[in-house]
């Protein structure tokens, strides 16, 4: 056991951060992966792997429309939610607990990692190790889908400070960006007990992903700017997303 683990070792791990995010919209995460397997294309016969995939919201869905998905997470308790509801519903879904900066041993042909869900390592370096072990779980030609959040947009919408409640817990929210990471102190009790989580992401921008990209080999084929899929536009995108081929 580490001393003191990265923060999205514990934070993701909580029952609370699921509580926190219960609202996260999936009419639009569905939204956006029908437009990716109409656009990209992603064939029938594709094998997907989803990175970093917590719950499975995104790779159940995918395996309800008839893919084959494999979801890794760093959570176990995200991996073992998303098991049970693979089970339940009988989908050709595997999870399994991963490291994202480690190759797997499946190669598959689309790789998705979405929402915003790498830039959170302290060392650098990490982001590119995690493009490329997507890279090397991917068959020669296979596809990776990156995601991530746009920085302009998230100063154009900031707020500092914010209380929301949840199932009856209070969570106070402190956002700041400092030295490039956008980072967000979440405070909150629960059964008279104190809590304190953090998060961090890395203030990554097109150009960080252009060449993380170009130093592990992958060629980018496409960027766009919404869920929509709009061409990525410097004053209008709302997202950061890259398509990206091996």
């Excluded at 089970?87 to 190669?107: I, Q």
Aim: net charge negative; aromatic share 14%; charged share 25%.
């Amino acid at each position: 056991m580490e001393d003191n683990p990265a923060w999205y070792k514990t934070w993701f791990d909580t029952p609370f951060y699921h509580t926190l995010y219960q609202d996260r919209n999936i009419a639009e995460a569905q939204h956006f992966l029908q437009n990716l397997i109409e656009n990209i294309p992603i064939k029938s016969q594709d094998r997907v792997m989803d990175i970093a995939c917590g719950r499975g919201r995104h790779a159940l869905y995918l395996a309800a429309q008839g893919f084959q998905v494999t979801g890794i997470d760093l959570s176990p308790n995200s991996i073992s939610f998303a098991k049970k509801e693979a089970e339940k519903e009988k989908l050709n879904a595997t999870f399994y607990v991963h490291d994202m900066r480690e190759t797997t041993l499946d190669k598959v042909n689309i790789v998705l990692n979405v929402f915003t869900s790498i830039g959170y390592f302290e060392d650098e370096t990490d982001n590119t190790k995690a493009i490329q072990a997507f890279y090397d779980n991917l068959v020669d030609g296979g596809i990776a889908v990156i995601d991530f959040l746009y920085v302009p947009q998230v100063k154009k919408h900031w707020v500092p400070d914010e209380v929301v409640t949840k199932d009856g817990i209070e969570f106070t929210l402190k956002r700041t960006f400092n030295d490039n990471w956008i980072e967000k102190n979440i405070s909150f009790s629960h059964q008279g007990k104190a809590y304190i989580y953090n998060e961090r992401v890395r203030a990554l921008t097109l150009s960080d992903f252009e060449r993380m990209c170009s130093d592990v080999g992958f060629r980018i084929k496409k960027v766009f700017g919404n869920y929509s899929l709009k061409p990525f536009d410097n004053e209008t995108a709302e997202r950061l997303i890259l398509v990206v081929q091996k």
